[in-house]
């Protein structure tokens, strides 16, 4: 499988620097979609190097919305393309007043399928393709002449079924024995977040201050976060203790700012 997302800090600042020249003329200018075009044909260019026969390509995201169909040109119809919107997908009156709305679309309709966040994003898509590409669409796709791309709403989360079988593994169970000893008469606030390095206060941690201020002695309570680890430390951390994981580099106190 290859899978394509935007992440580096170059294509960030290119992404800035065209932001700022539209804010400040408030204008759309064609240079900008030169730009957004090569960059979206340079991505293309390397998945259609490195692909392989069974291989599925999976695009993320509104930096990429060209590249399904560029790469679909260059490997035809039996290609496994999938993209998915992370963002909101407007109505056909909004979407309607871009430039370039056109290639936009069937920069998407490249894919063999198509997801969104939402059943509203979904259906904004649809009636968009519909009104502006005078295609045929059904309530699961768009019809084209030679196929059929499926448009489905896959919010991102977690699967709960799943979720509960992990719970019942042994190393979840040694995991909780551990917390509830070294915790024990406390009760113990836990959100798993993604934080920088070093860590800072998230929105939890703020959440976690204002619900168990004057509810909770300071000796009854105490506040840790997980935050999510480097490849590395994750290693070392599934091949240590918990207990450790938590003590050396996860663990954030706030008892002290909080009361």
């Known amino acids: 499988m290859i899978i394509i997302t935007i992440i580096s ?5 290119l992404v800035g620097r065209i932001t700022n020249r539209v804010s400040e003329r408030r204008a759309f200018l064609d240079h900008s979609w030169k730009y957004f075009e090569a960059l979206n044909r340079s991505i293309a260019d390397v998945i259609i190097k490195d692909y392989k026969k069974g291989d599925t390509v999976w695009v993320n995201d509104y930096h990429l919305l060209l590249v399904p169909r560029m790469v679909r040109d260059a490997l035809g119809p039996d290609a496994k393309i999938g993209f998915f919107l992370h963002v909101g997908f407007p109505s056909s009156e909004i979407f ?3 430039a370039h709305r056109e290639k ?3 920069g998407i309709l490249g894919a063999t399928l198509v997801g969104f966040q939402t059943e509203e994003y979904a259906r904004h898509f649809l009636q968009t393709c519909s009104r502006l590409l005078n295609v045929e669409v059904k309530n699961d796709g768009v019809l084209l002449d030679s196929r059929l791309v499926d448009v489905i709403s896959l919010p991102i989360g977690i ?7 992990k719970r019942k593994e042994p190393e979840v169970d040694e ?4 917390l509830k000893q070294r915790y024990a008469g406390m009760k113990l606030f836990v959100a798993r ?3 920088g390095l070093p860590p800072s206060p998230s929105n939890r941690h703020i959440f976690s201050d204002k619900m168990i201020v004057g509810r909770c002695s300071r000796r009854e309570t105490e506040v840790v976060g997980i935050r999510t680890l480097p490849e ?6 599934r091949e240590g203790t918990a207990d450790a994981c938590i003590s050396s580099r996860a663990r ?3 008892s002290d700012r909080i009361f």
């Open 252 to 254: 954030m106190q706030l």
């Open 104 to 106: 936009l679309l069937m």
């Open 159 to 165: 699967d709960p079924g799943q979720l509960e079988e």
């Open 175 to 178: 995991w909780m024995a551990q």
């Open 232 to 237: 590395e430390e994750s290693r070392i951390c």
């Open 96 to 98: 309607r007043c871009l």
């Open 9 to 13: 800090s170059d294509y960030l600042s």
């Open 193 to 195: 977040d993604k934080v």
